[in-house]
């Protein structure tokens, strides 16, 4: 999707307030021989008084969403920081991130708040994720996580998956991480301004 992109400060795959249609670039999955395991649609956050993306399933795997859309295509991102802001359901919650090292092995990363130690497989390195209450923002540093997980440098990232249950305002991939103040507004999270009587 973006091998041909000049890659540098942030990369943005999902914003919520996107067009029509911020989803576009992702494939939904949750529906499968006609029994609905859960949903993802577009809904208004209070905390936030913003639109955002919600996925939520009785089966955290069973619903989610993919980018790229196509699995034989891949996001080609080099950038080394992916970023997530993400709001804590209170419910089981998983995110994988798929990458490529520099001895051409496919690795995965999966994320979830109901693992509570890190296992390293031959290709798949699972391990757990604490949210607060409310929302978050989530920072992945994947050159350090593929080094210390298989002794390899991290090449480029492949595919990015979130499953439910979450709401999402964007995720975005960065070359370093910035402070809040530097980031443009579809990479912030911005909360209502609270008024005192």
């Known amino acids: 999707m973006f091998r041909h992109t ?39 956050d209070e905390d936030i008084e913003s639109y955002v993306v919600e996925i939520m399933g009785a089966n955290v795997q069973m619903t989610g969403i993919t980018c790229p859309r196509d699995n034989s295509d891949s996001l080609a991102v080099r950038l080394p920081f992916f970023v997530m802001i993400v709001k804590n359901m209170r419910r089981y919650f998983m995110f994988e991130v798929e990458v ?46 593929t080094r210390l997980a298989y002794g390899t440098n991290y090449r480029e990232t492949v595919r990015v998956r979130v499953f439910a249950n979450c709401r999402i305002r964007s995720v975005f991939f960065c070359d370093r991480i910035y402070a809040e103040e530097m980031l443009p507004p579809e990479y912030k999270l911005f909360l209502p301004i609270q008024v005192k009587p």
């Not at 670039?25 to 993802?40: C, I, L, N, P, T």
């Open 6 to 44: 000049y890659q540098t400060g942030c990369l943005s795959i999902l914003y919520s307030l996107r067009g029509k249609n911020p989803l576009q670039s992702w494939k939904r999955h949750g529906e499968q021989h006609f029994v609905a395991y859960g949903d993802v649609k577009s809904v208004r």
């Open 100 to 145: 490529i090292d520099d001895k051409n092995k496919h690795r995965r990363f999966i994320a979830s708040n109901f693992r509570t130690a890190t296992r390293v497989g031959q290709s798949v390195c699972l391990m757990p994720v604490t949210l607060d209450v409310g929302w978050n923002q989530v920072h992945f540093d994947l050159p350090g996580c």
